[in-house]
C-alpha cells in the first residue's frame, strides 16, 4: 500500500478497529490515542510525564506501556539533540491488518457469490436434464465458471444440446468450446482450443469411470 493510500485511511477508525487484533489492552489503546492526540498539537516532547499530566494513569503505569509499544514495534522513541516520538510503526502494522482482514472479506464474499451463482446453474441443468447431478458434473459445472463461462452462456450451451437430442455434459462442453474457439477466430484469428479436446474428455471421462449419458 502506497503512503497515499495510507494517509486516505483513518488511523484513529484502524487502531479502534483492530487494536485486539494486534494485542493492544485498553490502557494501551488509551495511551495511543492520546499520544496521538498531542502530536496533531504539534508536541515535540512526549514523555510518560507527559502523558501523566493528561491521564489517570500513573508515570510508572505510562513508562511500562511506553517501553511495551517500543519493543513490540509498535512506538519509535529516538533521543538526541531531541526526543522523538512516531506512531509510524503502528500505523504500518494496522495497515497490514486491515489489508489482511480486506482480502479474507473479499474472499468470502466471492466464495458467497460464486455458491450462488453455481446453485442457479444447478438447478436449471437438474430441471432441465430431468436428474440430480453427480459429483463429477457439478465439478465440471464450477470448472466451466472458473475458466470465465458466464452462467448464461453455459445455460444457452446446454439448451443448444438438448435443442439437438444430446443430453449429456459431455455435449455442453462441445459446444462452449465450439463457441469458444469461434469467439476466438473472430477476434483475433486464432484460437487456443486443441483439436485433441474432444479426445481428452473421453480419455478424463474413462479414467473418471463416471455414467455419463450417451449422446
Known amino acids: ?56 494513569l500513573s508515570v510508572k503505569e505510562l513508562d511500562k506501556i511506553f517501553v511495551s509499544l517500543i519493543e513490540r514495534g509498535f512506538l519509535d522513541f529516538t533521543t538526541g539533540k531531541k526526543i522523538k ?17 480486506l482480502a479474507k472479506e473479499q474472499e468470502t464474499q466471492t466464495s458467497a457469490e460464486k455458491s450462488a451463482y453455481l446453485k442457479n446453474i444447478y438447478e436449471v441443468f437438474e430441471k432441465e436434464l430431468k436428474r440430480t447431478l453427480s459429483p463429477l458434473e457439478f465439478s465440471l459445472i464450477g470448472e466451466w465458471v472458473d475458466q470465465g463461462y458466464s452462467d448464461e452462456t453455459i445455460i444457452n450451451a446446454l439448451k443448444e444440446a438438448l435443442s439437438k437430442g444430446k443430453k449429456s455434459l459431455r455435449s455442453v462442453d462441445k459446444i462452449l468450446l465450439q463457441w469458444q474457439a469461434r469467439d476466438d477466430i ?18 478424463t471421462m474413462e479414467i473418471a469411470k463416471a455414467k455419463w449419458i450417451d449422446d
Open 186 to 203: 473472430e477476434a483475433t484469428g486464432i484460437t487456443a482450443v486443441s483439436k485433441d479436446w474432444n479426445k481428452d474428455i473421453e480419455r
Open 85 to 101: 516520538v512516531s506512531l509510524k510503526p503502528l500505523q504500518k502494522k494496522l495497515y497490514e491488518v486491515f489489508q489482511i482482514s
Open 1 to 56: 500500500m502506497s503512503n497515499v493510500q495510507m494517509e486516505a485511511l483513518d488511523f484513529r477508525y484502524l487502531l479502534l478497529e483492530y487494536y485486539r487484533k494486534l494485542r493492544l489492552n485498553e490502557n494501551e489503546l488509551a495511551t495511543i490515542l492520546m499520544i496521538d492526540h498531542l502530536l496533531e498539537q504539534k508536541n515535540t516532547l512526549i514523555t510518560p510525564d507527559l502523558l501523566s499530566m493528561k491521564m489517570s
